[in-house]
Every structure is written in C-alpha cells, then in structure tokens.
C-alpha cells in the first residue's frame, strides 16, 4: 500500500511540473527559449542575437508591432532573413508577440 501511495504522489508531483512547463511555454521567454533561440541566441542567418543593443537599435524604433508584423508574415532585411513564424506555422500571434516583446525588453 506504501509503495502505491508513493507511486501516486511521485506522479501527482510529476504532472504538476508538466502542467507548470507548458504554462510557461505560451510566455515570452519560454516561447523564445523553445522556438527562437536557435537563431537569436548565435545569429545565425543574420538573425540578431538578443542582448546585442547594437543590433536591436534600429529595429526596437521601428517599433514592436513592425517587429511582431515581421515575425508573423517573414521578413527579408539587408543582413539576413525571418522566415514566416520562425519556420513554425503553430505558433501563434499571441505567442510571436510575447516572443518578440520578451526579446526586445532583453536587448534594449
């Protein structure tokens, strides 16, 4: 009896972590770390890396709603190339947006 009683709270625990991961997902910072990452974070395919002020500047004064526009629907810039959603057709506009804010508030 011991053992089930464990059993069940070891995956009543469990699933409450799970619950929390994809909770977290749908925020800016998670979205980024699981989708946008990849490129942000080493600039490939001139994709500027978040944190570098420099290479923010330009595009945080066109504005957020440009940046998540360009996101969104792709955009071909004179140092590299977004594609469409990050090349993942599910995301979402909601979460593009908390990505792209969460990206902009770490590189100002």
Same mark, same amino acid.
């Given at each position: 009896?011991? +053992?089930?009683?464990?059993?069940?709270?070891?995956?009543?625990? @469990?699933?409450?972590?799970?619950?929390? %991961?994809?909770?977290?997902?749908? $925020?800016? !910072?998670?979205? =980024?770390?699981?989708?946008?990452?990849?490129?942000? *974070?080493?600039?490939? &395919?001139? *994709? /500027?890396?978040?944190?570098?002020?420099?290479?923010? #500047? !330009?595009?945080?004064? #066109?504005?957020? /709603?440009?940046?998540?526009?360009? &996101?969104?629907?792709?955009? #071909?810039?004179? @140092?590299?190339?977004? /594609?469409?959603?990050?090349?993942?057709?599910?995301?979402? $506009? !909601? !979460?593009?947006? %908390? *990505?792209?804010? =969460?990206?902009?508030? +770490?590189?100002?």
């Amino acid at each position: 009896m011991k +053992k089930l009683l464990v059993l069940f709270i070891i995956s009543a625990v @469990s699933l409450c972590f799970t619950t929390i %991961s994809f909770a977290d997902a749908a $925020k800016g !910072e998670g979205v =980024y770390m699981n989708f946008c990452a990849a490129c942000h *974070a080493s600039g490939i &395919a001139g *994709a /500027p890396k978040v944190g570098d002020k420099a290479a923010w #500047q !330009e595009r945080i004064a #066109q504005g957020t /709603p440009v940046l998540v526009e360009h &996101a969104l629907n792709g955009f #071909q810039g004179k @140092s590299g190339f977004m /594609p469409a959603k990050g090349g993942n057709s599910a995301l979402t $506009k !909601e !979460e593009i947006s %908390s *990505a792209v804010t =969460y990206m902009v508030d +770490k590189s100002k």
